[in-house]
């Protein structure tokens, strides 16, 4: 959705020429044309989301959401100017507002199928699983195709409400057996219940449908070692890293996958993730007198964020909470730190020296996107080994930690990268190396490497901030 630029708008006949203009690629002339039009008639709603519609296009977006606010002023009735004006909020990757901006279309307009689809796939976003269940059910009212089923399974996986989603998945096949996303999420769908052999045949439908699934692709690999088969999942892994774009999950398994099929860790695992782990120390953003300044800020921020939820679903969080993106919408003190945070990323991406065919170090982001949340643990809290699978980078910040950590040879409540997750029955030792937080430090890592976070005791809480960097364009 971030990627689409606002729908042209339900123009009349007398607009034509300026929309063939701008698929012949005369977007100046375009442009002249939409304005002149506005000045004949500036209280036209239909040429204010004409004129938006094609501004956006040089990426004018503060002038085309003017536009397209006046517009809805001025027709409130009118679904199509609210969907463009929603698409260009997530174009902006503005997502708090665009949710916002979704939740008062779909009081104004409940039966369109459009606006509730969106509105769940923002809910969803956000981990509102409950929430975006009711909006693909209020879709599925108005629009019946079988693709808003595979949504609706989507978030009823997300809820561990395995049964259901197998069977809504079943259902958007029998309607549509060309559909290659709902056999990949009913690959996943089985493997929730233990069914490895039929999550691999789902798999492998969905492959067949869409050779370039990468995502099937990938989780077919993972069905074929959790089956005894790994030299079947090396090539699987091995053949995605040097056919299609780096995959997270194909480069965080490879290894694990070889040393299935060998008995021990490919030589030099430790060593790579020593290379790979970067460790940097924030400087205070402006604003702030010293970086305990800005962690006592953000512990309070933090321990009274509303999006808190303790032990979410799906998540690797253990007796501990997690908030939502805290960047939807941004607020203090976490707009401060986003500032501090990207100095030292910018800084860290300066320092990678290119490598050809790495899974990482190939290519060095220019700008890029954050998704940052915060993590909560209680005594005993941990969360266990995982990957982020939508970052391209990820890393953790420390906040506050209790004086109980562990020292030397104690590992209470380090973060340890290396180890595979819980439910994978390793057949080898695995090779891992754990590192000391330490407040105001920042780990950086590729999003990848599986990581975890180790118990630990004592009554103050481990309070973290963890982010994913998403590239939008690279370095040259």
Do not use: C
Request: glycine share 6%; charged share 25%; net charge negative.
């Amino acid at each position: 959705m971030a990627n689409e630029r606002p729908a042209a708008p339900t123009v009349p006949e007398r607009y034509r020429q300026v929309l063939e203009l701008m698929e012949q690629g005369k977007r100046g002339i375009a442009e002249k044309r939409a304005r002149d039009m506005l000045a004949e008639t500036p209280e036209d709603a239909d040429t204010m989301a004409l004129l938006a519609s094609v501004i956006v296009e040089r990426g004018a977006f503060e002038e085309a959401e003017r536009l397209l606010i006046a517009a809805t002023d001025l027709v409130p009735d009118n679904p199509t100017t609210w969907l463009n004006l929603g698409r260009l909020l997530q174009q902006m990757r503005r997502w708090g507002d665009a949710l916002d901006h979704y939740e008062r279309a779909a009081a104004l307009f409940p039966a369109n199928a459009r606006v509730s689809a969106t509105l769940g796939q923002l809910y969803q976003r956000a981990n509102r699983f409950a929430d975006a269940e009711t909006q693909y059910r209020r879709t599925l009212e108005s629009d019946p195709r079988p693709v808003h089923l595979v949504s609706l399974g989507m978030v009823l996986l997300r809820q561990e409400r395995v049964e259901e989603a197998v069977e809504t998945f079943q259902t958007a096949i029998a309607r549509n057996p060309n559909l290659s996303s709902a056999y990949g999420n009913l690959g996943n769908a089985e493997q929730k219940r233990g069914n490895i052999e039929a999550a691999a045949a789902a798999y492998e439908q969905a492959v067949a449908l869409n050779p370039k699934d990468s995502m099937s692709y990938v989780s077919l690999g993972l069905a074929q070692l959790r089956l005894g088969r790994a030299r079947e999942a090396v090539e699987i892994f091995e053949r995605t890293l040097a056919r299609m774009e780096p995959d997270r999950r194909a480069a965080a398994w490879l290894p694990f996958a070889r040393a299935q099929e060998f008995g021990e860790m490919p030589a030099g695992y430790r060593a790579e993730i020593g290379n790979l782990v970067t460790r940097a120390t924030l400087t205070p953003p402006e604003g702030f007198d010293g970086m305990k300044a800005l962690n006592a800020a953000l512990t309070a921020a933090l321990q009274a964020d509303p999006s808190l939820v303790w032990e979410p679903q799906g998540k690797a969080t253990r007796k501990g909470g997690q908030t939502g993106l805290l960047l939807d919408s941004p607020r203090e003190p976490f707009i401060a730190f986003e500032k501090a945070l990207r100095v030292a990323i910018d800084a860290h991406f300066d320092s990678i020296k290119r490598e050809p065919r790495h899974p990482y170090r190939n290519q060095i982001p220019q700008t890029y996107q954050l998704d940052l949340w915060g993590t909560l643990l209680s005594e005993g809290g941990h969360q266990h080994s995982h990957i982020h699978v939508g970052g391209w980078m990820s890393g953790v910040y420390y906040v506050a930690l209790p004086p109980t950590m562990g020292k030397d040879e104690a590992h209470d409540g380090w973060i340890e990268f290396g180890h595979p997750p819980p439910e994978f029955d390793a057949k080898f030792e695995p090779q891992t190396i754990a590192y000391e937080p330490r407040e105001g430090d920042a780990f950086f890592f590729p999003s990848y490497l599986f990581h975890r976070t180790l118990p630990f005791s004592g009554d103050a809480p481990r309070i973290s901030l963890a982010f994913d960097v998403k590239p939008t364009s690279w370095r040259d």
